[in-house]
């Protein structure tokens, strides 16, 4: 059975990427292990020095659990037109390795607009060598009237096209 590590780079506990990724979860749970990281505040900031170095044993273990993993989902917010702080954080401590080299990921923006931060986003999986496919590439824009205060996707076309979506990151495992 494949691994598929899905990481949430928003910074809230109940947050619309939380909502998305427990969805992904019910698509996929009888055909894949779904791990969800969501502790992007916990670490360290980025040292480039330490990186190579002496990377702190959290990082260690992240990019263990991104080497092991059949596949990688990010679901994430846009903030200020980027990508949330934290996550452009991991992604930096991962510059020195090469744990993203040909590795399929699926990336979910879902936020007011999104648009920049989906194009950052893949502008640096790209660049850390990662695998993208346009039909794991999704972006969702007016995510907070897609979704109910219980966390329900209340959106059908929203609904459907994160079941497109869950199906074909299974097609690229």
């Not at 779904?34 to 002496?54: A, Q």
């Not at 990377?55 to 080497?67: D, G, H, N, S, Y």
């Amino acid at each position: 059975m494949n691994n598929i590590i899905a990481i949430i780079g928003s910074a809230s506990a109940n947050s619309s990427s939380h909502h998305i990724v427990e969805f992904l979860n019910t698509q996929l749970q009888e055909k894949v292990r779904f791990f969800v990281f969501d502790r992007l505040k916990e670490m360290p900031h980025f040292d480039p020095v330490e990186s190579i170095e002496r990377p702190p044993i959290e990082i260690i273990a992240l990019r263990q659990i991104i080497q092991d993993a059949d596949a990688v989902v990010i679901c994430t917010p846009e903030y200020i037109f980027s990508i949330p702080s934290g996550l452009k954080n991991i992604l930096e401590w991962c510059v020195a390795t090469t744990i993203w080299l040909d590795k399929p990921v699926g990336i979910v923006t879902a936020s007011a607009d999104g648009q920049k931060g989906h194009e950052e986003l893949q502008l640096l999986l790209q660049t850390l060598g990662a695998s993208l496919d346009p039909a794991t590439s999704l972006h969702v824009r007016g995510i907070k009237g897609k979704i109910d205060d219980k966390g329900n996707i209340t959106h059908e076309a929203t609904r459907e096209a994160l079941a497109t979506f869950a199906a074909s990151l299974l097609g690229v495992l």
